[in-house]
């Protein structure tokens, strides 16, 4: 069956410029998460979503990072006036739920700032 | 707060050895755990978890983790290393009571020989 899709792959901003990142979960998926993994680290949470609404958005870096989920399918995750700390490989994944139940991660989007 | 460590950056065996990858946990009260492996160009695999019970959990691909609460560990183990076990490996962490966060570690390479 289709499993956690993220779009672009690849994206090149340049610093200053707005990026938006698009998630499409497992069909049937409550739950959805980013995540933020630099090289050579494991994922760093940023948020998790339950459905559409946003239960912890306490890893987003600043408010420069956003997130919606606004009909409890498909995510965006927006970085405005992206910086060169910005640069990562950003992950998405769904579950049936949180707690007990394991994530299907998706392909991630690798995003560059220069 | 909730922390992963995996002591090991690197770890190699001869194929049809025994294989242990290690990690340790920090949470404020019961944990779920989870191992997750990543293959060369693909995303983040489900292996296996602990939720409750036998402390023995198996898993896919022959995989096996013990879970010991008074040493706070949740090592991967499986008795025969193939070649194509070779990948990176991420272990991680919720809380009960915080059950959308994960936290993971930074990842271990496992390199299995011929």
């Known amino acids: 069956g289709a499993g956690v899709s993220q779009s672009p792959r690849y994206k090149v901003a340049k610093r200053g410029q707005d990026v938006a990142l698009r998630c499409d979960p497992i069909?049937?998926?409550?739950?959805l998460f980013w995540y933020q993994q630099a090289l050579g680290q494991g994922p760093e949470f940023l948020t998790y979503?339950?459905?559409?609404?946003?239960?912890?958005k306490s890893g987003l870096p600043s408010d420069r990072f956003f997130a919606e989920r606004p009909e409890g399918s498909v995510s965006t995750l927006k970085i405005q006036r992206t910086q060169q700390e910005d640069s990562a490989v950003y992950l998405c994944a769904s579950s049936l739920g949180g707690g007990v139940y394991e994530q299907y991660f998706g392909p991630g989007t690798r995003l560059t700032v220069t | 707060a909730q922390s992963v460590a995996q002591p090991e950056d690197q770890v190699n065996v001869a194929e049809g050895n025994p294989l242990t990858v290690k990690c340790t946990y920090s949470v404020s009260g019961n944990p779920y755990l989870f191992w997750y492996v990543q293959y060369p160009n693909r995303g983040l695999q489900f292996l296996l978890k602990y939720i409750t019970g036998d402390n023995l959990v198996k898993g896919s691909y022959g995989f096996e983790a013990e879970f010991n609460k008074s040493q706070t560990s949740f090592h991967l183990k499986k008795p025969s290393a193939l070649v194509s076990d070779s990948a990176l490996y991420f272990c991680?962490?919720?809380?009960?009571?915080?059950?959308?966060?994960?936290?993971f570690g930074d990842g271990t390479t496992l390199t299995v020989k011929p």
């Open positions: 069909s049937g998926h409550v739950s």
């Open positions: 979503f339950q459905n559409e609404a946003q239960l912890d």
């Open positions: 991680a962490v919720r809380d009960m009571a915080n059950a959308g966060k994960s936290t």
